[in-house]
């Protein structure tokens, strides 16, 4: 599937990015935040970003999302759990 963005020229000079190295970034982009906001999955996630899902899972520390988000109480129920 395909989508189409609009957007000005004047933000790939602004990024110093070519229109494909602009297209990789937002698919990062779209693809970090939808599973930080636990749309998706990272398998999906990295589908979308055009990765391998262990090269996401390495580079979401450049978006400041971690790998696993556990609730306090997540974690101690893992922690009972052990």
Known sequence: ???TI???ETILSALHLSQEDFAAEF???AAVKLFELG???SGR???LAGIPRV???HRLGDYGVPIIDL??????QDFANA
């Open 27 to 29: 698919r990062m982009l």
């Open 71 to 76: 609730t306090r109480e997540e974690l101690e």
């Open 6 to 8: 609009e957007y000005p």
């Open 1 to 3: 599937m395909t989508i």
């Open 55 to 57: 090269v996401f899972l």
């Open 45 to 47: 996630a990295a589908e």
């Open 39 to 41: 749309r998706i999955s």
